[in-house]
């Protein structure tokens, strides 16, 4: 949230005598808004990469690339993660173990997608990607149009080495309740309509879709206290668990383990779909 304050004042002020008040009042907001927050998980998530479920056979080779919610920051234990969830919903739902490799930075904008993908092997193959980020590209007002070139881009990539990809759209920031009003409607905005961008230019690319401000945006909004961590802006335990049940189904599709998929998510060439 260090530039949330200009960033929502640039999308939500229009013109007029009442532009340097609201822009004031927005910046009073934003500043209100890192006081609550503040840093109290660090900026280390637990380290979940390894090989799941070994027992279960043929392994699956799952990447993760994005933000914190991605590298899974906010969760207690490896298996709490993002990728640790994941990784044990593919082993159940396909009956293969899962090697987990994360490659997901704290902090991270679109932008830094292609150094996640620079820092990988060379011989790297993943079978399938999940991608989740977009959260630092509204608050730090980075235009939707950079960050979803960033986005098509990393997807290509990950295409050209071989692998299924599935792209979480950018969360909505309007369950973020340290975030007060008028700040907090802005952010909602600005990040359903990334979140639309995403959804659009993954689809093109080929990869998989799940709209997260939908299908678990709901959760985080009517369940505060259960599904965000102790700092109220990253998801807690079971907030993991919600988002990686939510994404599961695109995964094992993507995998070709399912046919059928829930609302909310979407399938490249499917008219449509979710």
């Avoid at 007029?16 to 934003?30: D, K, M, P, S, V």
């Avoid at 985080?220 to 998801?235: A, Q, V, Y």
Wanted: aromatic share 4%; glycine share 12%; charged share 20%.
């Amino acid at each position: 949230m260090t530039r949330a304050g200009v960033a929502l004042a640039v999308l939500g002020i229009v013109a007029g005598g009442t532009a340097y008040g609201a822009h004031e009042l927005l910046h009073r907001q934003a500043a209100q808004a890192r006081r609550r927050i503040g840093k109290p998980l660090g900026e280390d998530p637990p380290p979940a990469d390894r090989h799941w479920k070994k027992k279960y056979g043929a392994p699956v080779d799952l990447l993760l690339l994005g933000d914190s919610v991605a590298a899974g920051l906010g969760a207690e234990k490896p298996k709490h993660t993002l990728g640790g969830r994941l990784a044990r919903g593919i082993a159940v739902g396909a009956e293969r173990s899962v090697r987990l490799r994360t490659a997901a930075v704290v902090g991270s904008e679109s932008s830094v997608l292609a150094a996640q993908l620079a820092s990988l092997p060379p011989a790297y193959r993943p079978d399938v990607a999940v991608i989740v980020v977009g959260g630092n590209d509204v608050t730090h007002r980075v235009p939707v149009a950079e960050s979803v070139r960033h986005l098509a881009e990393a997807i290509d990539h990950l295409r050209a080495r071989g692998a299924e990809v599935v792209v979480g759209t950018c969360p909505d920031l309007g369950a973020l309740r340290p975030v007060p009003q008028p700040l907090r409607a802005l952010g909602s905005r600005a990040s359903r309509q990334l979140a639309d961008a995403q959804r659009a230019v993954a689809l093109e690319r080929g990869a998989r879709v799940v709209s997260l401000g939908d299908v678990v945006g709901p959760f985080f909004i009517t369940n505060p206290d259960e599904m965000f961590s102790l700092d109220r802006f990253h998801p807690s335990a079971h907030g993991y668990k919600r988002t990686a049940k939510a994404m599961l189904p695109s995964v094992l599709a993507a995998l070709g383990v399912v046919e059928e998929v829930p609302f909310g998510h979407h399938a490249p060439g499917v008219r449509g779909s979710g």
